[in-house]
Antibody, heavy 116, light 111 residues
Framework: EVELVESGGGLVKPGGSLRLSCAAS????????MDWVRQAPGKGLEWVSS????????YYADSVKGRFTISRDDAKNSLYLQMNSLRAEDTAVYYC?????????WGKGTTVTVSS | QSVLTQPPSVSGAPGQRVTISCTGG?????????AHWYQQFPGTAPKLLIY???NRPSGVPDRFSGSKSGTSASLAITGLQAEDEADYYC???????????FGGGTKVTVL
């Protein structure tokens, strides 16, 4: 069974940095594109970033381009999101997602709060 | 403004059938990318209801069904129950963004 478990969220001041992690299990992690999706309080779902298998391609939403960096460690079955220059509008629950055999899988999320 | 368009709310009496539309464009649903549907309750992660347009994960009641045509997808809930009151989101891939796009969400109210 596919399992995705996020960690690393917390409270950070504007302009600060945070690194999110996602531990994957139950599938051949290295073979699949992985993504981060976020949801601000009371708002809808927003795609943040994607990374292809072998890290060949990385894509970002305009709202985070230049501030966030996605990466993966296939040896550790882990996905990461380095978030720099954080803003209040980055406050959200961040979900790790990945599609296996055309079926999306989501973690339970980790909460990031950007506030002074 | 979401790339995929959903009605903000739909409602129905218990036992009735409701449908939620999800309208996209030529770079997402219309480009033959799959549509997925999620159910979300406050404070919880989205739960996958329908994937690849019409497929139900195990454990999802067959009251939920999905369809896709042209640049749109739809979620139908038949035999509406009080426990179906939640927010519903559609998702697809967009080739111009090289990423996922979502609908703005639809709140289902059981009258």
């Amino acid at each position: 069974e596919v399992e995705l478990v996020e960690s690393g969220g917390g409270l950070v001041k504007p302009g600060g940095s945070l690194r999110l992690s996602c531990a994957a299990s139950g599938f051949t992690f290295s073979a699949y594109t992985m993504d981060w999706v976020r949801q601000a309080p009371g708002k809808g779902l927003e795609w943040v970033s994607s990374i292809s298998h072998s890290s060949s391609y990385k894509y970002y939403a305009d709202s985070v381009k230049g501030r966030f960096t996605i990466s993966r460690d296939d040896a550790k079955n882990s996905l990461y999101l380095q978030m720099n220059s954080l803003r209040a509008e980055d406050t959200a629950v961040y979900y790790c997602t990945g599609s296996v055999a055309a079926r999306p899988n989501w973690g339970k999320g980790t909460t990031v709060t950007v506030s002074s | 403004q979401s790339v995929l368009t959903q009605p903000p709310s739909v409602s129905g009496a218990p036992g009735q059938r409701v449908t939620i539309s999800c309208t996209g464009g030529s770079s997402n649903i219309g480009a033959d990318y799959d549509a997925h549907w999620y159910q979300q309750f406050p404070g919880t992660a989205p739960k996958l209801l329908i994937y690849a347009n019409t497929n139900r994960p195990s454990g999802v009641p067959d009251r939920f069904s999905g369809s896709k045509s042209g640049t749109s997808a739809s979620l139908a809930i038949t035999g509406l129950q009080a426990e179906d009151e939640a927010d519903y989101y559609c998702q697809s891939y967009d080739s111009s963004l090289s990423g996922w796009v979502f609908g703005g969400g639809t709140k289902v109210t059981v009258l």
